[in-house]
């Protein structure tokens, strides 16, 4: 069995966050950590390959620097990892971005693919499903427990106070929640493995049946028209009551102006 899991290197936003002149994110500048959704799909792969024997190879697209995180996989216990990066694919957005990585899927022999549900940097969740749109694949997304059971996975797929149970044949897509499994620590000689692991690195050439132009920031159908590292808040309206008595009564009045209750 062959699981490819498809990662990304985030921003470790408790350290703030930079922005280039033209609204896309300074990923070079920052401190940056595997994106939890995807540990977490990561995770999945390697209790899969725990149980029932497979072959667990990490995908990122990033900037060289995003080998980081396919080392810290291989150190938990994957197979292989392969870095997609080129100048040309910077700035991309998530069609942009889910192209790209279609394109490179398409280079590899597969059963099944696993993505985060969302990256804290983008929290849009469009990605896993755009790579099984482009690849023609069927997704189970929100996944909260999966199982193989023969060619097929069974998965519990998150819905409001409840959850589906959904069965589906592969090759298939599930995206997974970080809620689904509390990831694995890296190990003594599993950090040794990594460092001397050699990371696959593709650039433009090597992506299959994409066009120039679903590229990079000029391929990107999403425009930034403004960005901020920092939301500014207004003032507030200032009370001093009476008593403790005014107190409640002004802040009930308010939640009641606000139809909070």
Known sequence: MKIVVCVKQVPDTAGGV??????????ASMLAIMNPDDKAGL???LRIKDELGAEVTVLTMGLPKAADVLREAIAMGADKG???TD???GGADT????????GALRNIDYDLIITGRQAIDGDTAQVGPQIAQHLNLPLISY?????VEGDKVVVQRQFDDRYHVLEVKMPCVITALQELNAPRYMTPGGIVDACKAEITTWGRADLKDVLD???GLAGSPTKIAKASDKVRKGAGEKVV???????????????NEKHVI
């Not at 069609?95 to 279609?102: N, V, Y």
Request: no cysteine.
């Open 95 to 102: 069609w942009a971005t889910s192209t790209t990585i279609a």
């Open 43 to 45: 995770e999945a792969a």
């Open 213 to 215: 132009s679903n590229l």
């Open 82 to 84: 392969i870095l997609v």
């Open 87 to 89: 100048r040309v694919l």
């Open 241 to 255: 009551p009476d008593s403790a008595d005014d107190a409640v009564a002004y802040i009930f009045n308010k939640l």
């Open 143 to 147: 996944a909260q427990d999966i199982k």
């Open 18 to 27: 930079k922005f280039n002149p033209d609204g896309t994110l300074d990923r």
